[in-house]
Nanobody, 122 residues
Framework: QVQLVESGGGLVHSGGSLRLSCVAS????????MGWYRQAPGKERELVAT???????NYADSVKGRFTISRDVAKNAVYLLMSSLKPEDTAVYYC????????????????WGKGTLVTVSS
């Protein structure tokens, strides 16, 4: 099992910045990738950014050039630096971890944090 705890959400004005943090615990050796997803009211959860253990990153088009994801594998932590924030970025942001587990059998799993609210005022 993997547990994820997010922090860093809050209220900012448009154009401001925030840094989100997520720390994983439990069977962290099984984590292959971590990332951030977000869900705004009335909308589906969507990808924001992901990063693999090898450092490969993937960003949603809407945040490219504004958000930066990073990972500290040794600390089992992932970060999201958000700059030039827009009201459209307002959402609950969820930390995600993807794992490969061998007990009771080989399988890939997704784990989620409880989310942290980011509100960007206009």
């Amino acid at each position: 099992q993997v547990q994820l705890v997010e922090s860093g959400g809050g209220l900012v004005h448009s154009g401001g910045s925030l840094r989100l943090s997520c720390v994983a615990s439990g069977n962290t050796f099984s984590i292959n990738a971590m990332g951030w997803y977000r869900q705004a009211p009335g909308k589906e959860r969507e990808l924001v950014a992901t990063i693999t253990s090898g450092g490969s990153t993937n960003y949603a088009d809407s945040v490219k050039g504004r958000f930066t994801i990073s990972r500290d594998v040794a600390k089992n932590a992932v970060y999201l630096l958000m700059s030039s924030l827009k009201p459209e970025d307002t959402a609950v942001y969820y930390c995600n971890a993807k794992t490969t587990e061998l007990v009771p059998y080989y399988r890939r799993m997704d784990y989620w944090g409880k989310g942290t609210l980011v509100t960007v005022s206009s």
